[in-house]
C-alpha cells in the first residue's frame, strides 16, 4: 500500500529534527533543554491551501494559468500544483469538512520585478484569467494585480519596489 501524504510529510519533518505529536510539528529533543541541530540549509516556501468546490475542474482552471497538477488524493480531495518554484494545494469539501479548513483565500505570488508582474499579467489574461484588479503601482510599494478563480479565491501578484526607491535615495 503506498504511503499517504501525511505520513509522507510527517517522515520529511522528522528527518529535519521535527516530531509530529497531537498535531503538531515541534523541534526534537535529545536531552532536556537541547534541540537536534537540524539539516534545514533555509527556511522553505509555503504552500497555500486553496480551498475549491471540485479538486478536478480547479485543477483544470490553474492548467489554464499554467499550472501542472503534481499529483491529486481523489478519495482525500486533495491535489498538489505547481508552476516553476510555486507549490500549492487544491482541497475539497471532503477535505475541508476533516480539517476544518475554509474559504475564500487570498495568495501572495512575489515576482522579481515590475516586468515580471505585467507579463504574467498579459499572460494570464489571454489565458482568459478573471482579472479583479489589473497592474498598478500601490502607495505601499507594490506593483500588483489580482485574479480570482471559479471558487472566489483570489491570487494577488506582486512586485516589491521599496528597495529601488531606497537606492534613489542613497
Given at each position: 500500500m ?20 497531537d498535531?503538531?510539528?515541534?523541534p ?18 509555503a504552500?497555500?491551501e ?11 482552471y490553474?492548467?489554464?494559468l ?22 500549492m ?24 520585478s515590475?516586468?515580471e ?5 498579459r499572460?494570464?489574461?489571454?489565458a ?5 484588479a ?37
Amino acid at each position: 500500500m503506498a504511503e499517504s501524504k501525511e505520513d509522507y510529510l510527517v517522515k520529511a519533518a522528522e528527518g529535519d529534527g521535527f516530531v509530529f505529536a497531537d498535531g503538531v510539528f515541534r523541534p526534537a529533543r535529545t536531552a532536556p533543554g537541547s534541540v537536534v541541530t537540524s539539516t534545514l540549509a533555509r527556511f522553505p516556501a509555503a504552500v497555500p491551501e486553496i480551498p475549491v468546490s471540485n479538486v478536478d475542474t480547479a485543477a483544470e482552471y490553474y492548467a489554464t494559468l499554467g499550472f501542472r497538477l503534481d499529483w491529486a488524493d481523489d478519495e482525500g480531495g486533495i491535489a498538489g500544483i505547481s508552476q516553476g518554484d510555486c507549490r500549492m494545494f487544491l482541497t475539497d469539501g471532503s477535505f475541508h469538512e476533516h480539517y476544518g479548513t475554509r474559504g475564500p483565500v487570498m495568495v501572495w505570488l512575489n515576482l522579481n520585478s515590475k516586468d515580471e508582474v505585467d507579463e504574467l499579467h498579459r499572460r494570464w489574461k489571454l489565458a482568459g484569467a478573471n482579472i479583479v484588479a489589473e497592474p498598478k503601482d500601490k502607495p505601499w510599494h507594490l506593483r500588483e494585480f489580482r485574479i480570482a478563480d471559479p471558487d472566489g479565491n483570489q491570487l494577488r501578484v506582486f512586485y516589491d519596489f521599496t528597495w529601488e526607491l531606497n537606492q534613489k535615495h542613497d
